[in-house]
């Protein structure tokens, strides 16, 4: 049974850093995508980041490049992303999830192509 776990989320200040990690377990993730969504009251889950493990190819939402960078170890089955200059928007839950047995080069960014979801951590960013 394929387990996701996050850890990391909290209150911090805008401006302020912080470092989110999700470890997998279940089996192995050579082929998958592994990436963030988040969500915040009254608005749809939205894609943040994931990487392809087989190509290592990344990709980031526009609202989040430069500031977020997802790293991970493919032998850990585990993914960080961590966030600099945060603002009150990056505020919400944030979701692991794995997308299984893409082709190399693909990075998905829909929900629906993610069958595994952790529970979420939660974001808290002060102004």
């Known amino acids: 049974q394929v387990q996701l776990v996050e850890s990391g989320g909290g209150l911090v200040q805008a401006g302020g850093s912080l470092r989110l990690s999700c470890a997998a377990s279940g089996r192995t993730f050579r082929r998958d995508a592994m990436g963030w969504f988040r969500q915040a009251p009254g608005k749809e889950r939205e894609f943040v980041a994931a990487?392809?493990?087989?190509?290592?190819?990344?990709r980031y939402a526009d609202s989040v490049k430069g500031r977020f960078t997802l790293s991970g170890d493919n032998a850990k089955n585990t993914v960080y992303l961590q966030m600099n200059s945060v603002n009150v928007e990056d505020t919400a839950v944030y979701y692991c999830a794995v997308a299984p047995l893409l082709p190399h080069t693909v990075v998905e960014v829909t929900t629906t192509a993610y069958d595994y979801w952790g529970q979420g951590t939660q974001v808290t960013v002060s102004s």
């Open positions: 990487i392809n493990w087989s190509g290592g190819n990344t």
